[in-house]
């Protein structure tokens, strides 16, 4: 369905994006390029959607007959997301995850893009405009990390023979609210050292490069956050499904556990079924 010279072709029009709509405004946006969207702590920026129209034109012009599916537009009209399954060919767009990072003039932002057919991700990217680098994969090949040109595969599990008390994780605890608050602390607790980057792409990336051992995600599971980033998580070898033990789904809403091992997920589960 997709080559991976045109995976490729789709990383060049991330990097093209990032390199005339994103970088030129980081750091340079005034309080009338960002707006809320939800709440206070969910933004969109100028910057997000000139970058979604810049792909979404060039992919459009590509694949004249693909299903595009991006964050700022289906926030406008979701009625994308109910072809999703059907389509032979959908392309799944975050044109810059962790906008508020971005916002803020932080480092950890990313463009996130799946490759699906009929509701299954073949291929995905995750762009670091800051650096130029991405992680990138396609389904049964493997994932890497293209650095200056040149690939490194990716393959989870350096940690996977310490004690989960000994590891390093992401978990977004700090969103639970009423009384799984209480329980959310409790686990917290016997975690190791815990961070909450607010940013799937960066947290993706520390898990399939091997700097952390999982990443707990929680509340709504955007496709535009997650595709890509499920992708290249199973091709380096990593387990990831709902804490209920099913596969992730599109807007599903609950915990997604993505770990370094099946030892490791297990363990994790275990201990917030626990409590």
Same mark, same amino acid.
């Given at each position: 369905?997709?080559?991976?010279?045109?995976?490729?072709?789709?990383?060049?029009?991330?990097?093209?994006? @990032?390199?005339?709509?994103?970088?030129?405004?980081?750091?340079?946006?005034?309080?009338?390029?960002?707006?809320?969207?939800?709440?206070?702590?969910?933004?969109?920026?100028?910057?997000?959607?000139?970058?979604?129209?810049?792909?979404?034109?060039? =992919? *459009?012009?590509?694949?004249?007959?693909?299903? =595009?599916?991006?964050?700022?537009?289906?926030?406008?009209?979701?009625?994308?997301?109910?072809?999703?399954?059907? %389509?032979?060919?959908?392309?799944?767009?975050?044109?810059?995850?962790?906008?508020?990072?971005?916002?803020? &003039?932080?480092?950890?932002?990313?463009?996130?893009?799946?490759?699906?057919?009929?509701?299954?991700?073949?291929?995905?990217?995750?762009?670091?405009?800051? #650096?130029?680098?991405?992680?990138?994969?396609?389904?049964?090949?493997?994932?890497?990390?293209?650095?200056?040109?040149?690939?490194?595969?990716?393959?989870?599990?350096? *940690?996977?023979?310490?004690?989960?008390?000994? #590891?390093?994780?992401?978990?977004?605890?700090?969103?639970?609210?009423?009384?799984?608050?209480?329980? %959310?602390?409790?686990?917290?607790?016997?975690?190791?050292?815990?961070?909450?980057?607010?940013?799937?792409?960066?947290?993706?990336?520390?898990?399939?490069?091997?700097?952390? @051992?999982?990443?707990?995600?929680?509340?709504? =599971?955007?496709?535009?956050? *997650? &595709?890509?980033?499920?992708?290249?998580?199973?091709?380096?070898?990593?387990?990831?499904?709902?804490?209920?033990?099913?596969?992730?789904?599109?807007?599903?809403?609950?915990?997604?556990?993505?770990?370094?091992?099946?030892?490791?997920?297990?363990? =994790? %589960?275990?201990?917030?079924? @626990?409590?």
């Amino acid at each position: 369905m997709i080559t991976e010279s045109q995976l490729h072709q789709l990383a060049e029009l991330c990097r093209q994006a @990032s390199d005339i709509e994103i970088m030129p405004r980081f750091r340079q946006l005034e309080d009338t390029h960002i707006e809320q969207k939800l709440n206070h702590n969910d933004l969109v920026t100028i910057a997000d959607q000139a970058a979604e129209k810049f792909i979404m034109e060039r =992919l *459009h012009a590509l694949y004249p007959d693909a299903l =595009l599916i991006g964050e700022e537009s289906v926030y406008a009209d979701t009625t994308a997301l109910d072809q999703y399954q059907d %389509a032979e060919l959908s392309f799944v767009l975050d044109p810059i995850d962790g906008t508020w990072h971005y916002a803020n &003039g932080s480092v950890y932002f990313g463009v996130m893009l799946g490759v699906a057919s009929y509701g299954k991700m073949i291929g995905g990217i995750i762009f670091e405009p800051v #650096t130029g680098h991405y992680l990138w994969a396609l389904e049964g090949k493997g994932a890497f990390d293209r650095i200056n040109g040149t690939d490194q595969p990716l393959r989870v599990g350096r *940690h996977a023979s310490r004690k989960l008390s000994d #590891t390093m994780g992401c978990y977004s605890f700090g969103v639970t609210k009423g009384d799984e608050r209480e329980q %959310a602390l409790q686990i917290a607790s016997k975690l190791g050292r815990l961070m909450d980057y607010r940013c799937a792409a960066a947290e993706y990336r520390l898990l399939v490069t091997g700097a952390i @051992s999982y990443v707990v995600f929680q509340n709504t =599971l955007n496709l535009w956050d *997650h &595709g890509a980033g499920q992708l290249i998580a199973k091709e380096a070898g990593a387990a990831t499904r709902m804490l209920n033990g099913e596969d992730y789904q599109p807007q599903v809403v609950g915990k997604l556990i993505v770990a370094e091992s099946e030892a490791r997920w297990q363990e =994790l %589960a275990t201990l917030f079924n @626990s409590n």
